[in-house]
Structure formats: C-alpha cells, structure tokens
T-cell receptor, first 114, second 115 residues
Framework: DTAVSQTPKYLVTQMGNDKSIKCEQNLGHDTMYWYKQDSKKFLKIMFS???????INETVPNRFSPKSPDKAHLNLHINSLELGDSAVYFC?????????????FGPGTRLTVT | AQSVTQPDIHITVSEGASLELRCNYS??????LFWYVQSPGQGLQLLLKYFSGDTLVQGIKGFEAEFKRSQSSFNLRKPSVHWSDAAEYFC?????????????FGQGTILTVHP
C-alpha cells in the first residue's frame, strides 16, 4: 500500500490548458506539501497545508491553486499552463504533532507543457 | 532565510570505496537537517535526519552524517559504497516555529559508482 501517491505520473499538455494533479496519503499525517523540481533538479516548496489550512504559500503565480478537500488529499490545479511550468511536481507529507519534521515524498508527477 | 549549499555537483567513486558528500547550511538557529536520496524517476527517500543531541546520526542503507555547528556542515558518509547507491543526494534544512515544514534543499549531488 503506497504511503503517498500521486496521479497522474506523467502529464503532457499544451500551453493555455488547465490541469490538475492529485495527491493522496494514507499515513494519517496532518500536513501536506507541494514541491516543484525544475530541469536542473532544484527542488523548491510551493505550498503547505495543515489540517486543510494553508500555512505556507511561497512566491508562486496565482495560476497555481492548491486545494485540500480533506486531510488525506492535496490537489494542485494549474490554470493557463505555460512552458515554464514544465517540471516534476512532488507531494509530501509530515506529522506536525510528532515534531519530527521529516517529510515523506510521493513518486512525483512529470508535467510537460508543449 | 535558510539556505543549503552542496559544493559537489557530481561525484564518482569505485564500488567498495568510501564516500563523503558535503553539505553546508545557513540558518539563524539550531537547524533541522536531512539527507534525502532520489533514484532516477523516483521520489525522494529520507536517509537520515538531525534534530538535536548526538551530532553523529545513523541512517538507512549504512549511511551516517555528522552535524558540525562550528562549520555549519552536515556531511554524509558511507564507508563502502555499493553500486546500488548510485543516485542523486539532496541535503535539506528545515525551519522551526511558524515556518514549520519549510524545507530548503541544496542543489543535489549526483553519485556515480564504477564497478
């Protein structure tokens, strides 16, 4: 049983389209994150939700909108896709209550915008 | 703001040789430090972490890391590398308090293992 799963694994789409990436975790963690890994493998946090509340919102274009329907899910919707959005997007989770701060990552979604 | 530097972009070692991957951080307080490994096409797997206490921490797959506050470093080591260790390694520093969970990653070090 996969702890942190993402769908889809690969996503190829054209500029201007709107797409969503989904993340689900079965670890019972209360905090979920979205990271972007660019072509140079640089990994940068985008958003974080704790108990469905947005707690980290880095400098990300407002075309990106996260949504957490419940504690086990964090989705990422991207409007008007641009070439520069091509990257691997990782979901991660952690348990704030334990204060261990370690994060568990999903397998990633490779987004290619043409 | 916190930052992490991994000075070596690419390291090549022979199987069975020892390994040290360097990581330097900048953070205004006692840091939380992590090493993650990413195999091609995979997500990140946590190797080990430092929060407090003993500055030498043991992780999975025979890895260890030492926190040196005076040098702002958290270098990863392994005494004998296996071919399966070939991957990309990321050092990260975590924020405390109101910035809980904000991990800042280094640029990564690619490890190639020769037979």
């Amino acid at each position: 049983d996969t702890a942190v799963s993402q769908t889809p694994k690969y996503l190829v789409t054209q500029m201007g389209n709107d797409k969503s990436i989904k993340c689900e975790q079965n670890l019972g963690h209360d905090t979920m994150y979205w990271y972007k890994q660019d072509s140079k493998k640089f990994l940068k946090i985008m958003f974080s939700y704790n108990n469905k509340e947005l707690i980290i919102n880095e400098t990300v274009p407002n075309r990106f909108s996260p949504k957490s329907p419940d504690k086990a899910h964090l989705n990422l919707h991207i409007n008007s896709l641009e070439l520069g959005d091509s990257a691997v997007y990782f979901c991660a989770t952690s348990d704030r209550g334990t204060e261990t701060y370690e994060q568990y990552f999903g397998p990633g979604t490779r987004l290619t915008v043409t | 703001a916190q930052s992490v530097t991994q000075p070596d972009i690419h390291i090549t070692v022979s199987e069975g040789a020892s390994l040290e991957l360097r990581c330097n951080y900048s953070y205004g307080a006692t840091p939380y430090l992590f090493w993650y490994v990413q195999s091609p096409g995979q997500g990140l797997q946590l190797l080990l972490k430092y929060f407090s206490g003993d500055t030498l921490v043991q992780g999975i797959k025979g890895f260890e890391a030492e926190f040196k506050r005076s040098q702002s470093s958290f270098n990863l080591r392994k005494p004998s590398v296996h071919w399966s260790d070939a991957a990309e390694y990321f050092c990260a520093v975590g924020a405390r308090g109101t910035s809980y969970g904000k991990l800042t990653f280094g640029q990564g070090t690619i490890l190639t293992v020769h037979p």
